[in-house]
């Protein structure tokens, strides 16, 4: 049950959160019991499903969604909108990895500047944050 945390009003009692970790789920389709583990099944065995093996779904929703990822791993054109998109999330991704790095980079130069003004002696600011006493008098010697 879903509830407004202020109030304390019930927004839904239908909802349900479900943490799947794919790499220890290891039944096949026909092991799988209920609706979640099949859809986790068909998630985790559909690339390697021939055509003439395919099971019955037995799901109408199942089926729709295999119908979909036939039609689109079939269509050339689609497969490159597809792969061109996931490129696109991926290089975001790597861009904010990249942005992630640069920052924290930033910071420990702050922190640096910040000991050396209070007089720490460079040997003791490299014993502290393992950087080396050239990257500390670099810093020293610029402004950011």
């Given at each position: 049950m879903w509830k407004e945390v202020e109030h304390g009003t019930i927004l839904s009692d239908h909802g349900q959160i479900h943490i799947i970790e794919f790499p220890k789920f290891h039944e096949t389709w026909e092991e799988a019991d209920d609706?979640?583990?099949?859809w986790v099944s068909f998630l985790t065995e559909v690339d390697q499903m021939q055509p003439?093996?395919?099971p019955k779904w037995n799901d109408e929703k199942l089926e729709q969604?295999?119908?979909?990822?036939?039609?689109?791993?079939q269509n050339p054109e689609l497969r490159a909108q597809y792969e061109a998109q996931l490129r696109e999330i991926r290089d975001y991704q790597a861009g904010l990895e990249d942005s992630y790095l640069?920052?924290?980079?930033?910071?420990?130069h702050e922190i640096v500047r910040n000991m050396l003004g209070q007089g720490l002696e460079a040997e003791a600011i490299a014993?502290?944050?393992g950087l080396s006493i050239e990257i500390i008098q670099t810093l020293a010697s610029t402004k950011d």
């Open positions: 609706p979640l583990e099949k003439e093996s395919t969604a295999y119908r979909e990822l036939k039609h689109l791993s640069q920052g924290i980079e930033q910071g420990h014993k502290l944050t």
